[in-house]
């Protein structure tokens, strides 16, 4: 018997083995059905099964989705829910590639949180510039036939991707974090949950093929896959779909890196992590936890031999300085002279007052902002100072030969509006 | 048992100092004028000058937050007292 179109769509697909899961996404709304099926009508379901599988969160502090969802279901009004596509990370392109690869797997998952937590107003936001992503979302939004997504594009800065900051651009502030927590007050003072896309793709198949296939992959304390995006000096940079709990070694081979002198896991929000200690770790919390690390938002980066790392950090403390909001007094101040004392660094300063400022400014504005920024800092600082120890010995005796001065990229965030 | 603490909204502050003033004993300064809050509780003696400190914030960013004590069992046994 031949089926008709519609018949086809409705039929469960069958769940997906191995990996990829999420790339093995369609941008089209046909090839995403045939490869997924329909969402399965489990919105009541949709907090236990969460639980069950023990998604954490995608977006950077890998927090259990379930508790988010249950924290906004638990209050009173209208909600919102957030998909936060932003991904103001430079290093970091996994948002990018799935919102242009699987929008409907981002979209479908802010429907199954919506109706989870009783919201009715549902918001993508989506970084300036990145026409591929804007054009792939749109596209998608059309071809459900849903116009009350709320589709907002957000200036270039990363710190408009904390939660508070998004929910104070959405209600037409500049876009800096505020003392609120979106959960109790966000989106125009109701509660909000804001979930990083990858997350809420997660979520989609979650619905769909059940917790316990959620499980099937990855490490009992770290389940599930993620998007990991592999940059600095690797032949093969991008974004690839593996098992939490993959050995750091296997992902640097699928983007065949150099042999690596020290990886920086999660991004500029991470931690530098020498070659020797790299080679043991695998991609789960237990793991990385042991040094500090955490997966983060996905990002693996390879400093090798030729690339000098003080002239990294030192270009990286000085985009922190950049991206700070300037309410904080820790923040505004201390990261600004963090990046001068890197910057003296680099040049070769062999004042040991310019490695114990840093020590004492890292120290002194751990904890102290109002959003998490200079707390990010301090990891890369610290975990870099502590990493690259031989090669600061160099240029403070004016000895570093090394021929690359640019690995990393730093953008400049877009003016305060 | 129930403790006062003293919590800062960084995002308000505009780093007077009126507070360290008035706390020393709980605020004292960064090397750029901003208060660092030791958040250890207040004693008794401390209440009334932690709520000056509070009051006398221009920019409303203190305020006292009371939180639940945790006494280690331990410390209990050995007949010192956490708080
Ligand atoms: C400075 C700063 C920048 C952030 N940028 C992003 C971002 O670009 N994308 C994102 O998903 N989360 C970002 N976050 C984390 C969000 O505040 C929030 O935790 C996240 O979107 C929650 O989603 P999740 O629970 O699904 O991870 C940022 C946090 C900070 C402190
Ligand atoms: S810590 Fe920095 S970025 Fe965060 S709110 Fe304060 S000034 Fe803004
Ligand atoms: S008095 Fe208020 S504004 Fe001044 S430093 Fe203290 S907390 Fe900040």
Redesign the interface.
Known sequence: MTMTLAQRERRAATAPTGLPRLLAGRPDLAGHLAAFGPLPPVAAEMQAMTARAGLTGRGGAGFPTHRKLEAVAGRRGPRVVVANGTEGEPLSAKDKTLLIQAPHLVLDGLDLAAQAVGASRRVICIERGNQAVYAAVCVALAERRDESVEVVVTPRRYVTGQEAALVDFIDGGPGR???ERPFERGVGGRPTLVDNVETLAHLALIARFGPEWFRQVGSPGSPGSALITVGGRVDRPGVFEVAMGTPLSSVLQLAQAAPPRAVLLGGYFGRWIPARSARQLTLDAASLSAHGAAVGCGVVAVIDDDSCAVAELARVAAWYAHSSAG?????T??LR?LAAATSALEAGSPDPRVTSDIQ??TA?VKG???CRLPDGAVAFLESGMEAFADEIAEHQAGRCRRRDHRLLPTPTPEAWG | MRAKVVELDPIACDGHGICHELLPERITLDDWGYPIIDRRPLTDDLLAHANRAVANCPVLALRLKTVELVIDERMRRGGRGAA
Do not use: F, I
């Open positions: 974090p505020t003392r309410q904080c007094g820790a923040c101040w201390g002279d004492r400014w002194m102290r902002g109002g």
